[in-house]
């Protein structure tokens, strides 16, 4: 598992990193030129809904995909193009490229991680599956390609439920990794027999159930929206619990005004997109200022940028951004991965 220190040391170099953002004419010239380098290279912008949304607003723009990962996955793999730039973190570019080994894939930074991936290395992981060998070992798609190849199941949040359901049914015992409150909330869901990694994710562990039962003192006519990967408290009080996809499908049906979300901010953007007329507000976190470690933001996500994504597309080289799996690690992950982009499709 992560320790303390690295983690807040992560932190801080990732906030140190944080995409430029661009205004005015200087943005608009740089959309231009990404619109045309995208065409130049017959590449594909592919964006997670918790990028920035000049990010996500292009890949739309351009005929991408903005999405949650197992949408990214998908689209990735099917798509025609010989390039796909994915915005988001490191271990999305990583399950393009082994779903797609034929294709180039780049990121706008590789510095881009995620504190699930990171707080699962497979030094640890490994020995403690060879433990368990009794158990069919389920990993979260917020993993390593190397935890992805010692997995027989990848899953994303969107069928996490079903796909341990189906396993449970057919008599299974899981070794769950990498999100502890993910896991806990498909075996509350499922009765299934589950043994779990003990891992968070430093933007929805922050999430309290306290301080959104006080908020909704102030906005009583809020329903409260939480992705599975936040604590159980939190959970308990949702209105609506799922991945970002069905997060966003509940905003817009849902019949309430407002929402506190107690997801990543990026969401937002969408979630205003598919229900214009209504109101969202951030879940609060664990503190404020330097209290405050990702304050409903991923400060991995915070570094996909215009600037960037520019910067990678104009270099034959990728800036050394370009996402390298070696081969017989994405064979091996091959087989858990495609069991999860197949499933229930």
């Known amino acids: 598992m992560i320790a303390a220190n690295d983690e807040r040391v992560n932190l801080h170099m990732a906030r140190a990193h944080a995409a430029i953002a661009l205004e005015g004419a200087e943005k608009e010239a740089c959309r231009e030129e990404i619109r045309a380098l995208l065409k130049a290279r017959n590449a594909v912008l592919v964006a997670h809904y918790y990028t920035h949304p000049d990010v996500q607003q292009l890949a739309e723009d351009t005929g991408g995909c903005v999405s949650d990962s197992l949408q990214m996955a998908r689209f990735g793999k099917d798509h025609a193009a010989d390039m796909l730039v994915v915005a988001g973190v490191r271990f999305m570019g990583e399950t393009a490229k082994i779903l797609s080994p034929e294709k180039r894939v780049v990121m706008p930074t590789l510095e881009a991680t995620c504190s699930l991936d990171v707080g699962c290395p497979i030094e640890e992981f490994g020995p403690f599956c060879d433990t368990h060998p009794d158990r069919t070992v389920v990993v979260y798609a917020n993993t390593s390609a190397a935890v992805k190849a010692r997995a027989d ?11 341990v359901d189906y396993l449970d049914r057919r008599g299974e015992k899981i070794l769950f990794a990498s999100d502890k409150h993910l896991g806990h909330y498909v075996q509350q869901q499922t009765g299934a027999d589950m043994l779990h990694w003990d891992g968070a994710c430093v933007v929805h562990e922050e999430f309290k159930a306290q301080g959104i039962l006080d908020m909704k003192k102030v906005h009583p006519d809020a ?3 939480a992705h599975p990967e936040s604590p159980a408290a939190v959970i308990g009080i949702a209105d609506a619990v799922g991945s970002t996809t069905q997060l966003i499908d509940a905003a817009r049906h849902l019949p309430n005004p407002v929402f506190i979300v107690a997801t990543d901010q990026g969401i937002f953007h969408k979630m205003q997109q598919e229900a214009p007329g209504k109101t969202f507000i951030a879940a609060p976190t ?4 330097a209290a405050c470690r990702s304050c409903a933001h991923c400060p991995w996500m915070a570094m996909n940028g215009l600037d960037n994504l520019r910067a990678v597309l104009r270099a034959d080289d990728a800036l050394g951004q370009e996402i390298h799996v070696d081969p ?3 064979r091996r992950a091959m087989l858990p991965l495609e069991r999860m982009v197949n499933f229930r499709r």
């Open 328 to 330: 017989e690690l994405g």
């Open 286 to 289: 664990a503190g404020n200022g």
């Open 153 to 163: 199941w990848v899953v994303t949040s969107s069928i996490a439920v079903d796909l």
């Open 223 to 225: 329903a409260v929206l």
